[in-house]
């Protein structure tokens, strides 16, 4: 059995194009055998930026190594997962703020990455393949502005995730040709490499 772990950041909701491209992927990836798939929709989680005692709070958990208190059940949730699917729009350059909250949040040394004298920095993360699928209004794909795939990418590679691959329907608000058309091509995509993900 394979588990993946779906991250859910469509602002918009049931109006997101990005959430349109992720339930054709999960639908066609989710049709196979020995596949689960826990979704978290992080507009429905109680996130917030570290700040003050929130974020004194994690200090001192960590200090205690205390790993397995509740506010770290974001980054076991995420160290377990054989596979990560995230979806999130183009955002400002990027992706929306409360991705990068999550991030944060999963991004515990003794949980996600550790370190020794040795080797540095390493990721210790289950998953083997992360995907991140979104949609851009303005043509972005391989634009080094694009700085939501690249950082992506990044935290893949920190995580010790080997393999990270992006889907994304680009220049959907540009008029140079239907945005379903653009969708469609993204969606296809997806339903394709939802066969080997």
């Known amino acids: 059995m394979t588990s993946a772990l779906y991250i859910d950041c469509c602002i918009r909701g049931e109006q997101s194009r990005t959430k349109r491209l992720a339930e054709a992927f999960l639908a066609a990836y989710g049709a196979r055998e020995?596949?689960?798939?826990?979704r978290l929709t992080l507009m429905d989680e109680p996130l917030i930026p570290f700040s003050n005692g929130f974020f004194w709070q994690r200090?001192?958990?960590?200090?205690?190594?205390?790993?397995?208190?509740?506010?770290?059940?974001?980054?076991h949730q995420f160290q377990q997962a054989g596979r990560i699917i995230i979806a999130a729009p183009f955002w400002d350059l990027s992706f929306p703020a409360l991705l990068k909250v999550y991030i944060e949040n999963v991004n515990i040394q003794g949980i996600t990455f550790d370190c020794n004298e040795k080797d540095g920095c390493f990721g210790v993360c289950c998953a083997e393949k992360m995907l991140f699928?979104?949609?851009r209004g303005g043509a972005l794909e391989g634009n080094p502005m694009?700085?939501?795939?690249?950082?992506?990418?990044?935290?893949?590679k920190f995580f010790g995730i080997e393999q990270f691959?992006?889907?994304?329907?680009?220049?959907?608000?540009?008029?140079?040709?239907?945005?379903?058309?653009?969708?469609?091509r993204a969606v296809a995509r997806a339903e394709t490499l939802a066969k080997t993900f």
């Open 34 to 38: 020995h596949v689960q798939i826990d």
């Open 165 to 184: 691959e992006s889907i994304a329907a680009d220049g959907l608000d540009m008029g140079l040709e239907p945005v379903e058309d653009i969708l469609g």
């Open 59 to 75: 200090e001192q958990l960590l200090e205690r190594e205390e790993l397995n208190h509740p506010r770290f059940r974001y980054a």
């Open 146 to 156: 694009d700085n939501g795939t690249k950082y992506l990418a990044d935290m893949a």
């Open 133 to 135: 699928l979104t949609t």
